[in-house]
């Protein structure tokens, strides 16, 4: 199920600003991946670059490869909406659909694409909400408001609308960051269990949550304002936050800049 | 320091003596004239809300007080017809100004007919219209079709009258009727469904279209069963605030749908009955007793018919808001 991405030499641009430059990674499948870095260095921008999300920006566009196991992405005949619904997407704030209830916000991605077929849609539901753990929180309550829940469980309603379509990759712009602690606790205990069947991407401004999560983390930074952000390194987690091999990573995980 | 944070505690603890713990008096003051100084900015406060609450009261009272007399002379002098079943069921046929008597059907029907016409054409274009701006314009053809909008809800009513005249039976050669007052209605009724389904649709969250888009959800399903779906009862309420002011509008009924005291259900030949027309027929003869009790009466119903539309929107718009 979980497929492999590699990036070679990636540019991204929004009109003539050029937000981040030459970016080349392999991300690994059934492992998660963290991107760590000052806020303005690029890597929500690219992270969105992984599942062409960044289009829907007006002027959004890329230089460069990203190769889905053996598919271009960014192959011309290659569909913007066909690769989102292979890679998924969690975002900052949770953002179930207001008008609709908890069972209806698992089933949008599926149903807006056509899925009628009642047992089916019952079925990937329950599938969904358990993967997200939060069957057990609202299995009686399914066709109450999604809205309705706390912020976690926004969260992980969104995180089960995002595995509903099955997608192969899952990508989270720092899904934690406005919930609290023990709801953060939730996700990434749920993040650890998905990793054995997605490969996730995950952009953190926590670093203890990177290091909490993440097999492999990606360093990035910008020299100044205005300029692209860059790739520093990445490496295994464990070697990025023991002994990264540059200066500016060390001085960023050690909180003497950023 | 401490002066500054003596000042910030005024307005939670009015009655604070110079000797609370954490601000101690300053020394060369007594702890009374210390609150003295400070409640007087406080007493400078309460003195301008005071002005402010008075301002905004009789503001109130200036504004409701015409819409309450409006409200009383309708009413009062037109409720008595109203209470008779010929005036629900009944029209003007064979009925002078003089004679008491008959009913408002054909004007009711008339209206509502001429009203669901016009929202038919204005509605869907309005809509699209404003999704076109929010969801796809960009550059100068979006910006010039803002600019179009803006001028088309400028147009006094009966330039929008004249101009489907000029078109209507000037340049086509066609016939006055219920159809062409409806055009003229459609001119004005788009600017407003427009703008008010524009503005509720810049309220729908970016978050929901992303949601949207990275479930694999292409745009125009996105903006039919997300975008659309979440605004629907903002945008009900702008169509209903079109229906209610094109169901008031007069000028284009004068020049291009002449009124009938019949009953009449065919837009496109012949008089059309209308409310607005039907007071404006009464208001000839103002001088009879019978006339102007029926033109108060007409004016009433008018109101009403206004009023109801208003609540059946609000029900639905109700059932149909976002879940909390």
């Known amino acids: ?258 | 320091m401490s002066a500054l944070k003596t000042d910030q505690r005024v307005p939670e603890d009015e009655n604070m003596t110079g000797d609370s713990p954490t601000s101690p008096p300053p020394s060369n003051r007594s702890g009374n004239e210390a609150l003295r100084e400070m409640s007087n900015p406080h007493r400078g406060r309460a003195i301008k809300d005071l002005i402010a609450r008075i301002a905004m009261w009789v503001s109130f009272f200036v504004a409701m007080v015409p819409l309450a007399w409006i409200l009383w002379t309708v009413v009062s002098k037109g409720i008595h017809l109203l209470l008779s079943a010929t005036w629900w069921t009944g029209n003007q046929r064979n009925i002078n100004s003089s004679d008491v008597g008959g009913g408002a059907r054909h004007a009711i029907e008339g209206t509502l007919m001429m009203a669901g016409v016009t929202a038919l054409i204005a509605v869907p274009i309005g809509i699209l219209t404003a999704v076109y701006l929010v969801e796809y314009g960009r550059g100068g053809l979006a910006r010039a079709i803002s600019f179009m909008v803006d001028i088309l809800s400028g147009v006094p009513s009966i330039v929008a009258a004249l101009f489907i005249y000029a078109v209507w039976v000037t340049t086509f050669g066609l016939d006055r009727s219920g159809f062409a007052a409806a055009l003229a209605l459609v001119l004005l009724m788009i600017p407003v469904i427009v703008r008010s389904t524009e503005e509720m649709l810049k309220l729908v969250p970016n978050e929901l279209r992303e949601a949207a888009y990275a479930l694999g959800v292409p745009k125009w399903v996105t903006i039919v069963k997300i975008v659309l779906r979440t605004a629907f009862s903002g945008i009900v309420t702008g169509v209903l605030l079109g229906l209610a002011r094109i169901m008031g509008e007069t000028a284009p009924l004068l020049i291009l749908a002449p009124y009938t005291k019949n009953f009449q259900h065919d837009l496109f030949n012949g008089n059309f009955p209308t409310l607005p027309m039907m007071i404006n027929q009464d208001r000839g003869d103002f001088a009879l007793a019978s006339a102007a009790a029926r033109m108060w009466g007409t004016a009433l119903t008018l109101i009403l018919l206004v009023l109801l539309l208003n609540i059946i929107g609000r029900v639905i718009a109700h059932f149909g808001s976002v879940k909390k």
């Not at chain 1, 050029?18 to 991300?27: D, F, L, P, Y």
Request: charged content about 25%; glycine content about 8%; proline content about 5%.
């Open chain 1, 1 to 258: 199920m979980a497929k492999r991405i590699d990036v070679s030499d990636l540019n991204v641009y929004y009109g003539a600003f050029k937000a981040v430059e030459g970016v080349s990674m392999t991300v690994e499948p059934r492992s998660v991946t963290a991107f760590i870095g000052p806020s303005g260095c690029g890597k929500s921008t690219f992270l969105r670059t992984l599942n062409r999300m960044h289009e829907v920006i007006p002027g959004g566009r890329v230089e460069g490869k990203v190769m889905l196991d053996d598919q271009d992405l960014y192959a011309p005949s290659m569909d913007p909406v066909m690769v989102r619904r292979t890679i998924g997407m969690v975002f900052q704030r949770p953002n179930p659909f207001p008008t609709m209830s908890i069972y209806d916000n698992v089933a949008a991605g599926l149903r807006l694409n056509g899925v009628r077929n009642k047992k089916t849609l019952d079925g990937i539901v329950e599938q969904s909400l358990k993967g997200a753990n939060l069957w057990n929180e609202v299995k009686d309550r399914l066709s109450k408001p999604g809205a309705g829940l706390s912020g976690g469980q926004q969260q992980r309603l969104c995180i089960a609308r995002a595995i509903a379509v099955q997608p192969q990759v899952l990508l989270m712009d720092e899904p934690c960051s406005a919930l609290d602690p023990i709801s953060t606790l939730a996700i990434e205990d749920l993040i650890n269990e998905l990793k054995s069947d997605y490969t996730i991407v995950i952009v953190t401004h926590n670093m203890q949550q990177a290091a909490r999560v993440s097999d492999r983390t990606a360093f990035f930074n910008l020299k100044a304002t205005g300029e692209p952000g860059r790739l520093i390194e990445i490496d295994e987690t464990t070697k990025i936050f023991n002994n990264p091999n540059e200066q500016s990573t060390e001085d960023y995980i050690s909180g003497r800049f950023g």
